[in-house]
């Protein structure tokens, strides 16, 4: 009979040993965390600037001027995406400086403006940036630029891809009780806490043909409320577009003519720009508005619990377009979509602290007939028009 002195010998020799091979697997093979998040160094359009190094950084590691205010000065945090970071054009043509200036020349007060921003990030991200923000610095006020054409699936989705395949993954919120709940995967992490799980979850993703991040996600998409959707009939009267074209040459379409857009993002799993615009809408789309409404909801109150007010924008460019009807592929099917932002934003963000932006102008006002970002006009005229905004609001 095996006594209790030898079960507890067997259990603390083998407690010891996962102990040692933990720290073999940390130190010695030297086994990494799943990165979680990004900022500048590892923007996905950081390849643009014609920096190198770290200079344009700020103190939390995003594209920025360094962190620096005197006690009087009016300071305005910049929330967003690859708008905010801009990282095709010069530092000092950035919005934060472009919105500095033109707040200071309306207001009384100096104004300092500085962004907390990195290209594909959603509500998520910008929230913890905030967060990590006002424990070290103050502001007056908080503007979130808004890109309702990528944030309602950056918000939902753990990894930044809009492909079936796995993006990076990234701290994310999901809906628990009708209450948000998160961040998930706040900052690196080992998948299951230990090196040693990580590389057994390594070991089962090679099994399924899947690499962890891929593992990751779909274990984040079973738990959330995605439906089936039926393909819209009336789409196959529609003249086919492929992304390429699209980008290339829009100019040379008729704008009259309504077309399909043939598209390899995930559509049967709303993991695309072109949710929640979608027809006919199902519970995933209703899930992905309520969960950027809470998003939206907790910037405001980490901000108002700091003595800041806040407020949210979003640009329409002016530019002549025709209209994309449906989107979708032979595999997927085609599904109509009213992809109307006004619409959208409505349904998440109070009116009061909505704001929209019109940017007139021609292509002047993008990077690139293939870059649809603001170049420095189209970031000129949009912080003009937003300067003006919200001294008039004042």
């Known amino acids: 009979m095996v006594s209790k002195k030898d079960i507890a010998a067997v259990v603390v020799s083998t407690v010891l040993s996962l102990v040692v091979f933990e720290l073999f697997l940390e130190h010695v093979a030297r086994i990494k965390p799943i990165p979680s998040g990004?900022?500048?160094?590892?923007s996905p359009r950081r390849i643009l600037s014609k920096s190198t190094g770290d200079s344009e950084a700020n103190q939390f590691g995003y594209r920025g001027q360094p962190i620096h205010y005197d006690k009087d000065d009016y300071v305005v945090v910049l929330l967003g995406d690859s708008q905010v970071e801009s990282a095709s054009e010069p530092v000092e043509k950035m919005p934060e400086r472009l919105l500095e200036a033109e707040l200071g020349a309306r207001m009384v007060r100096k104004v300092k403006a500085f962004s907390l921003a990195a290209s594909g990030w959603g509500q998520d991200q910008q929230l913890q940036a905030l967060e990590r923000y006002l424990q070290s610095y103050r502001a007056d006020l908080v503007l979130v630029w808004s890109t309702p054409g990528n944030d309602f699936w950056e918000d939902t989705f753990v990894d930044r891809s809009p492909l079936v395949m796995a993006g990076p993954i990234k701290p994310t919120y999901r809906i628990e009780a009708d209450r948000l709940t998160g961040p998930i995967y706040p900052k690196d992490f080992y998948y299951g806490g230990y090196a040693l799980t990580q590389l057994l979850g390594e070991l089962y993703?090679?099994?399924?043909?899947?690499?962890?991040?891929?593992?990751?996600?779909?274990?984040?998409?079973?738990?959330?409320?995605?439906?089936?959707?039926?393909?819209?009939p009336a789409c196959e009267q529609y003249q086919k577009l492929d992304q390429q074209t699209l980008l290339t040459s829009e100019d040379k379409f008729d704008l009259t003519k309504k077309y399909r857009l043939e598209t390899a993002e995930d559509l049967?799993?709303?993991?695309?720009?072109?949710?929640?615009?979608?027809?006919?809408?199902?519970?995933?789309?209703?899930?992905?508005?309520?969960?950027?409404?809470?998003?939206?909801?907790?910037?405001?109150?980490?901000?108002?619990?700091?003595?800041?007010?806040?407020?949210?924008?979003?640009?329409?460019?002016?530019?002549?377009?025709?209209?994309?009807?449906?989107?979708?592929?032979?595999?997927?099917?085609?599904?109509?979509?009213?992809?109307?932002?006004?619409?959208?934003?409505?349904?998440?963000?109070?009116?009061?602290?909505?704001?929209?932006?019109p940017v007139p102008g021609g292509k002047e006002i993008n990077v690139s007939d293939a870059d649809r970002h603001l170049s420095t006009i189209g970031n000129e005229r949009t912080m003009r028009a937003l300067a003006e905004e919200l001294t008039r609001a004042r």
């Open 38 to 42: 990004w900022g500048w160094a590892g």
């Open 205 to 232: 993703g090679k099994t399924q043909h899947k690499s962890l991040p891929q593992v990751i996600s779909d274990a984040w998409k079973a738990n959330l409320p995605i439906r089936p959707r039926s393909p819209t």
């Open 268 to 357: 049967l799993e709303s993991k695309t720009h072109y949710a929640p615009y979608m027809l006919p809408q199902n519970e995933m789309d209703d899930y992905q508005r309520r969960l950027m409404a809470l998003l939206y909801a907790r910037i405001r109150e980490v901000a108002s619990g700091h003595g800041a007010a806040m407020k949210v924008f979003y640009i329409t460019k002016k530019l002549p377009s025709f209209e994309i009807a449906c989107i979708g592929s032979e595999q997927s099917g085609y599904f109509a979509v009213d992809r109307n932002f006004d619409v959208a934003l409505s349904k998440v963000v109070p009116s009061d602290l909505l704001i929209n932006i």
